[in-house]
């Protein structure tokens, strides 16, 4: 019997898989289908080719688009990293006045949309020159209310046995936390990683917003240009969507190890 139910769960497990995998091939096959084959269910593969890959390099400054997105994605991925771990650690390890308080609006903030504060973040940037500039796509987003909690969880789940051991060996506070607490938080870190580039690398509504010309764009308000008032090329759209698909699966491949330990062990199950 448990023999049957554990085949039974191997294909539940392969059909789901392979349910998750037909719209991704879908799209890699409509990507290599020529403007006339593009509503064809099904083409021959002589007929498959890499028009649509080359239109988009060469007719759009795709590279500079590919340069803006990852710039404004790692910025922002390694700006969340340093701060939300320095204050998930501050309010999990160190006691000073306030902190409930602080921990209770860093709650709050999580609550509140993100297109609540859009108009007052634009208006503060504006009046600061920065529309259509990489501070202005970065600055903003370098810590996260949710990165906060994520890492306060995780140091919070870590024995508070080693850092007293380290505090009575005379190790300050601040070798604890990058010899002791930031090796132990790779998992998290991981998971991290994977959230915030992930999220601004797909970013659009934002770019969008502050981004007034060209070769500001980054590669998803790029992507969208392509679209025409009246008609939509998708074999065109679907061969940018392979281009921006693939830096997230390296990314994702390069943590997926760390970022499920992470997602264990950080309280978010």
Same mark, same amino acid.
């Given at each position: 019997m448990?023999? =049957?139910l554990r085949i039974l769960f191997y294909c539940v497990v392969i059909g789901y898989a392979v349910l998750t995998l037909i719209p991704f091939l879908w799209s890699v096959l409509t990507s290599l289908k020529s403007t006339p084959d593009m509503d064809k269910f099904w083409v021959p593969v002589s007929s498959l080719t890499f028009e649509n890959y080359s239109y988009i390099i060469t007719k759009f400054p795709f590279f500079r688009w590919? =340069?803006?997105s990852a710039i404004v994605a790692g910025a922002v991925t390694v700006g969340n990293l340093l701060f939300n771990?320095?204050?998930g650690y501050a309010l999990a390890r160190i006691k000073f006045p306030g902190r409930g308080l602080i921990f209770y609006i860093v709650l709050a903030v999580m609550m509140v949309p993100g297109?609540?504060?859009? =108009?007052?973040v634009y208006i503060m940037l504006a009046n600061w020159g920065w529309i259509n500039t990489y501070q202005g796509f970065i600055i903003p987003f370098l810590t996260s209310s949710f990165g906060i909690f994520m890492m306060r969880q995780f140091f919070l789940a870590l024995p508070v046995d080693l850092e007293e051991a380290a505090l009575i060996d005379g190790l300050s506070r601040w070798g604890i936390f990058f010899k002791i607490a930031l090796p132990l938080a790779k998992p998290a870190l991981a998971a991290q990683t994977i959230f915030m580039f992930l999220g601004n690398w797909n970013s659009f509504m934002w770019p969008s917003l502050l981004a007034s010309s060209d070769d500001m764009y980054t590669l998803p308000v790029g992507l969208n240009s392509f679209h025409w008032q009246y008609v939509a090329y998708w074999n065109q759209d679907l061969a940018g969507t392979m281009f921006m698909t693939v830096p997230m699966l390296i990314v994702f491949l390069l943590f997926q190890k760390w970022f499920i330990k992470g997602i264990a062990t950080s309280g978010l199950k």
């Open positions: 448990k023999k =049957i590919l =340069i803006n771990t320095l204050a297109q609540v504060v859009m =108009i007052p």
